[in-house]
């Protein structure tokens, strides 16, 4: 069975004159009896073999509260509820009838492509946001490119509890009309007007059961958003509509322009479609009027933007001055242990203890110095980050995208981005300075740690053996078994000196 027999079938049966068709966005549902025998074994047979791209067919018999099955016999007064449940593909509404599509153009949230089935090539038609043609049940199924929303709620107040306001305008704003018209596309522009005109006022109200469309004043200006004269006005509501929303980027200028002017345009037996012309007319000559009288804002908003930027990137190119200068000092104070390898004791204990110290202390009083550094230009950095996003919010009411990227961001993004080059540049030379001190440290304590071992006595020496000699006994009672030379020459001395005691008598006078 191929798609276009079931969508045939379907056809013919909702031509019945006691079938019911209710189709919906993902199902069609089809309630009432089979016009005979075989059109009952044709469903049976297409619901085994269901083409695509259909995901699903149920035949139900509500009398019995299930479905119909092969072996049941068939009834001409029997109901039957067929439900064709259709493909989902992001962004597309497929609809078999005509009709089911019609309905749906109610809903708010509109899909970017809707099939038709039973439509004819002819009636295609496209707007900003929506496309609509007939329904190839062969062609690939495929999600439809995705446009940039037209959204009104931030210009327009809707109170309205089912939303009146609908949140995209580009389904609602044609571009090429149908070479053939069709019952789908009037619907399609009686309900565009409508919503065209809720994006051009300024709010929407519910009053007394009614939906009320108002433009602010003074006077105040409103019409019913069911009045037939809107739907007249979607010619000049799309071309209103193209101005305020796809003519610049000062939408909410022109916006509240138009609005304003829709109030003071309104007079006594005066069309709608009268009354939104005037009022478009004095806001297009109101808005030049405001483009030349904000056109030396604009230049002055200039000049003080770009006098900014120069001054943030001198800032930055400051910081990174800065760090450079932090740089040299903290040179200075690496040297400063080196210093101490030239007075005449460095290789003292002492000495190599005070300069392994100094060295560390140079390690540490550099790594926090360049540390805080860091740490100080990132908070100063981000603090003019958040002070020039506001400022700049100012400003970019008056000049474009492109504008503000070449004249504000490219060039202080430059700036930050070669403090961050040198800034890396001198971690490195930081990096490396602390490794060369904390390395002579290491060295100084090393050898410091050598010497203190070489100057302690050892203990496995003998002491030497002393011994009592008779013949001194009354001079030197302590003498060593291997005595010195200056021991040996003391003693002769006193040898000679008791001989010569020895020879003099005892009774000889004193000179």
């Keep these: ?30 309630r009432g009896p089979f016009a005979s025998e075989i059109e009952q074994s044709i469903w049976l047979n297409l619901r085994r073999n269901l083409p695509a791209p259909f995901i699903a067919l149920g035949i139900y018999n509500p009398d019995i509260s299930g479905d119909l099955d092969d072996e049941d016999e068939f009834s001409s007064n029997q ?23 019609i309905d749906f153009l109610q809903a708010v949230d509109m899909p970017h492509q809707i099939l038709i089935a039973d439509f004819v090539n002819d009636a295609a038609f496209s707007a900003r946001g929506l496309a609509v043609k007939k329904w190839d049940l062969n062609a690939h199924l495929m999600s439809p490119p ?51 005109f809720g ?132 040179v200075a104070v690496t ?46 950095f981000d603090s003019q980050k958040v002070s020039r996003a506001r400022w700049f919010q100012t400003l970019y009411t008056y000049i474009s995208n492109r504008e503000r990227t070449e004249i504000a961001e490219e060039p202080i993004e430059q700036a930050l981005k070669n403090y961050r080059e040198t800034r890396n540049v001198l971690l490195i030379v930081y990096s490396f300075l602390v490794a060369v001190l904390i390395g002579f440290g290491l060295h100084d304590l090393n050898e410091r740690s050598k010497l203190v071992k070489e100057e302690q006595p050892t203990i496995t020496d003998k002491p030497s053996i002393v011994s009592i000699s008779p013949k001194s006994a009354d001079t030197s009672p302590l003498t060593s078994t291997a005595p010195s030379e200056a021991t040996k020459n003391l003693l002769a001395n006193k040898d000679r000196a008791r001989a010569v005691q020895s020879k003099v008598p005892n009774n000889a006078p004193l000179h």
């Excluded at 101490?340 to 110095?369: E, H, M, N, Q, R």
């Design 79 to 101: 109901i039957y509820i067929i439900t064709i449940e259709k493909p989902k593909i992001q962004g597309v509404a497929y609809f078999i009838f005509e009709q089911g599509a």
């Design 146 to 196: 995705i446009t940039d929303p037209i959204c009104p709620a931030k210009l327009v107040s809707d109170y309205v509890p089912s939303r009146e306001i609908v949140p995209d305008l580009a389904p609602w704003i044609g571009t090429a009309p149908p070479i053939q018209t069709s019952r789908f596309y009037e619907k399609w522009q009686a309900i565009a007007a409508r919503r065209l």
């Design 335 to 380: 040297s400063a242990p080196f210093i101490l390898k030239l007075v005449p004791d460095a290789g003292k204990i002492a000495t190599l203890l005070i300069s392994g110290c100094f060295y560390f202390a140079a390690a540490a009083f550099i790594s926090v110095s360049f540390g805080l550094q860091w740490r100080i230009n990132r908070a100063f």
């Design 199 to 330: 994006g051009l006022v300024s709010s929407a109200w519910l009053d007394d059961g009614h939906v009320w469309l108002q433009a602010s004043g003074p006077p105040m200006f409103r019409v019913r958003a069911d009045d037939p004269s809107i739907s007249n006005c979607w010619l000049t509501l799309t071309e209103i509509a193209n101005w305020v929303y796809l003519s610049g980027l000062d939408i909410e200028a022109r916006h509240r322009l138009f609005t304003s002017e829709l109030a003071r345009a309104d007079r006594s037996g005066q069309t709608l479609i009268e009354t939104l012309k005037r009022a478009w007319e004095a806001a297009d000559v109101a808005y030049a009027a405001h483009i030349q009288s904000s056109s030396r804002e604009t230049l002055k908003a200039l000049g003080d933007l770009r006098k900014t930027v120069i001054e943030e990137t001198q800032k930055v190119s400051q910081r990174a001055q800065d760090l450079t200068t932090g740089l040299w000092k903290d």
């Design 1 to 30: 069975m191929k798609s276009a027999d079931l969508l045939a079938k379907a056809c013919e049966f909702r031509g019945n004159n006691l079938a019911v068709a209710d189709e919906r966005l993902d199902t069609l549902v089809l």
